[in-house]
């Protein structure tokens, strides 16, 4: 059996009318549509002699034992958010499917290779994204507050789990299946618009963006609108407008994919006679290399002093939540390129602005990698999600030939 990447396509479609509707897909996690679809792809497996078991944080593996104790990892999720697209997840874990069924024809493989797929990526019924993947990396840290979340119909995730045969207590317990891994692979849609616009197929993630988000608090003197001269005024607002418009040039210099964005003001008194008093200001700046995010944010705060100064108001800079940039492996990165190059002609690499389960499973130390198709509009979380069947074609063959260079180099 050769590779038949339009065989993932048809089973795509045959996925999306098992459990889709007029709304889109229906694949919530912990739900019996999402069960339904574990079973459809449990029958999809037979055959290739791969071992099916599901571990205690509900992550469904397929295995294919092969000739040594490193392993190589394929993984996606089948779950998807409520009126969900038809590929979010589900083309990684289909391309993976044709990947193994390539692999099992030619009896065993040099090591060993298993196919995830993640339970609860989207986090869709309880609000926690990256279940399973975080579980099986070991840095499922919020086990007290999991305990206490409740979907919206008040079910406790807990409770949920167990009807799914996972006890959240044992849900680390996971952790055991990243032994020996040697390498992890994920192809996934785009979901942004960078591909399209450069009219390519595919694309190589270089790793998941760092994030700083802050609130800045800007303080000046409510005074009436009518009777305050114009030089007069400490006007709150005049700082946080300096500083949105400032974070274009920041994220120009810098560069680099670079991206700041001022997402919200909330001004007080807030009325139309006064001059604002406070401007509280949100803040999300996200680079994919560590030292120019810090970068970024220090020239912002350096800006904010100054601002301040010129408009006689006062200002206070707190951090809201940040996280380092998560880079994927450059041998990987490499195999990737050349994978995309093969078949497609040309390859672009690119940050993710999303975070996925492969961040999770780098996070862990193993070398990941994760290929992009172009998204059709940059839409996705919506029934409008697409790719052209030809991309989507494109993409199993890169990532069939990702996992045969990575087989060779895991093997010599
Ligand atoms: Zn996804």
């Given amino acids: 059996m050769t590779l038949d990447p339009a065989r993932t396509v048809a089973e795509l479609r045959e996925l999306q009318e098992l459990t889709g509707d007029e709304n889109g897909a229906q694949r919530v996690a912990w739900t019996d549509t999402w069960e339904q679809a574990r079973e459809w792809l449990r029958g999809k497996l037979e055959g290739t002699g791969a071992e099916e078991t599901i571990d205690p944080a509900g992550n469904q593996w397929f295995t294919l034992r092969g000739g040594s104790e490193r392993i ?91 009807e799914h045969g996972v006890e959240l207590d044992k849900a680390l317990d996971a952790r055991s299946e990243l032994e020996g891994a040697a390498a992890y692979l994920e192809l996934h849609i785009e979901q942004g618009p960078v591909l399209e616009s450069m009219d390519l ?34 006007d709150a607002l005049a700082g946080a407008a300096k500083l949105a418009l400032y974070i274009r040039d920041i994220a120009r ?33 996200r680079h994919l290399d560590a030292s120019e995010l810090a970068r970024m944010l ?45 078949v497609a002609g040309q ?7 999303p975070l996925h389960d492969a961040a999770e499973v780098a996070r862990a130390g193993i070398p990941t990698v994760m290929l992009f198709v172009q998204s059709l509009r940059g839409l996705s979380h919506t029934k409008l999600e697409d790719t052209k069947p030809e991309h989507l074609e494109l993409a199993v063959t890169a990532l069939d030939r990702t996992a045969s260079k990575t087989l060779d180099w895991l093997a010599a």
């Fill in 347 to 353: 390859s672009h690499r690119l940050p993710s602005g």
């Fill in 253 to 285: 210099e810098v560069g680099g994919g670079a991206v700041c964005t001022s997402g919200g003001v909330v001004t007080r008194p807030g009325i139309v006679t006064s001059v604002v008093e406070t401007a509280e200001q949100l803040l999300d700046q």
């Fill in 298 to 342: 220090a020239m912002a705060k350096e800006a904010a002093v100054r601002f301040a100064a010129e408009e006689n108001i006062e200002h206070e800079w707190e951090r809201l939540w940040n996280i380092h940039p998560i880079l994927f492996d450059e041998t990987l990165i490499g195999f990737a390129d050349e994978a995309i190059r093969d």
């Fill in 72 to 162: 190589l990892l394929i993984g996606g999720h089948i779950d998807s958010v409520p009126n969900g697209g038809w590929l979010d997840g589900a083309l990684n874990v289909m391309a993976g499917v044709e990947v193994l069924r390539r692999l099992a024809e030619k009896g065993a493989p040099p090591v060993t290779v298993r196919l995830v797929n993640w339970a609860d990526e989207e986090g869709a019924r309880f609000g926690r994204s990256l279940f399973g993947s975080s579980a099986a990396a070991g840095s499922m840290a919020d086990q007290d507050e999991l305990r206490q979340l409740r979907d919206g119909d008040g079910i406790l995730l807990p409770d949920a789990l167990k």
């Fill in 201 to 234: 197929p595919l694309g190589v993630v270089l790793g998941t963006f760092g994030v700083e988000r802050s609130r800045i608090t800007w303080r000046g003197q409510a005074a009436h609108a009518g009777s305050t001269p114009m030089d007069r005024r400490r």
